[in-house]
């Protein structure tokens, strides 16, 4: 069992920067693929960025290519989300995700086993 901690969240004006944090309790999570997506009121939860279990592969979904750098640090247990120049579109719940069954980052949500409870970003104009 993974339980995880995401932290980091906040209010943040257009074009600030905030970075979100994953830490991750009950086992390594040096085997598992992780994983960021964010859910806005009223939409489903999308994939925002994904890193594979060495930090050798990275995935992000269009929205927020070079915006956004996930990274991780295995030995502390931990996952980040860099999140800079900061759009209004980029409100929702943060949520960090991790998965042992897959070998390579994937966008739907429901190959991932553990989920965090979730951070508030909220971007003004």
């Known amino acids: 069992q993974v339980v995880l901690a995401e932290s980091g969240g906040g209010l943040v004006q257009a074009g600030g920067s905030l970075r979100l944090s994953c830490a991750a309790s009950?086992?390594?999570?040096?085997?598992?693929?992780m994983g960021w997506f964010r859910q806005a009121p009223g939409k489903e939860r999308e994939f925002v960025a994904g890193?594979?279990?060495?930090?050798?592969?990275?995935y992000y979904t269009d929205s927020v290519k070079g915006r956004f750098t996930i990274s991780r640090d295995n030995a502390k247990n931990t996952v980040s989300l860099q999140m800079n120049s900061l759009k209004p579109e980029d409100t929702a719940v943060y949520y960090c995700?991790?998965?042992?069954?897959?070998?390579?980052?994937?966008?739907?949500?429901?190959?991932?086993?553990?989920w965090g409870q979730g951070t508030q970003v909220i971007v003004s104009s």
């Open positions: 995700a991790a998965s042992a069954k897959i070998t390579a980052v994937v966008t739907g949500r429901g190959w991932y086993d553990y």
């Open positions: 890193i594979s279990r060495s930090g050798s592969t990275r």
């Open positions: 009950g086992r390594t999570i040096s085997n598992h693929v």
